[in-house]
Nanobody, 127 residues
Framework: QVQLVESGGGLVQAGGSLRLSCAAS????????MGWFRQAPGKRREFVAAISWSDDSTYYTDSVKGRFTISRDNAKNTVSLQMNSLKPEDTAVYYCAANWGTIATMRRSNGYDMDYWGEGTLVTVSS
């Protein structure tokens, strides 16, 4: 059974930092892009960041570029999201996702069509 388990969410003041982690298990993730999505209250789930399996190429949504950094450890089947300079508008439930294929496919996602999803972890940024 494939599982993606997120951790690291919490409450932080604006300008602060958090590091999210996702542990994947239940299969090998060769050729799977890994990434993060988020869903703010009353809004649709949206793409945040993705990283490829093969060459660690990355892609970020414009609103987090320069503030968030995604990384992965293929040997441990983990992916992390370092979030700096957090803003109140970053408040959301953050979901880890895995999808067979490229980061281009993940960044075009409608937020609901990835192969595997975690349960989510809540990030709250206070002003």
């Amino acid at each position: 059974q494939v599982q993606l388990v997120e951790s690291g969410g919490g409450l932080v003041q604006a300008g602060g930092s958090l590091r999210l982690s996702c542990a994947a298990s239940g299969r090998t993730f060769t050729n799977y892009a890994m990434g993060w999505f988020r869903q703010a209250p009353g809004k649709r789930r949206e793409f945040v960041a993705a990283i490829s399996w093969s060459d660690d190429s990355t892609y970020y949504t414009d609103s987090v570029k320069g503030r968030f950094t995604i990384s992965r450890d293929n040997a441990k089947n983990t992916v992390s999201l370092q979030m700096n300079s957090l803003k109140p508008e970053d408040t959301a439930v953050y979901y880890c996702a895995a999808n067979w294929g490229t980061i281009a496919t993940m960044r075009r996602s409608n937020g609901y069509d990835m192969d595997y999803w975690g349960e989510g972890t809540l990030v709250t940024v206070s002003s």
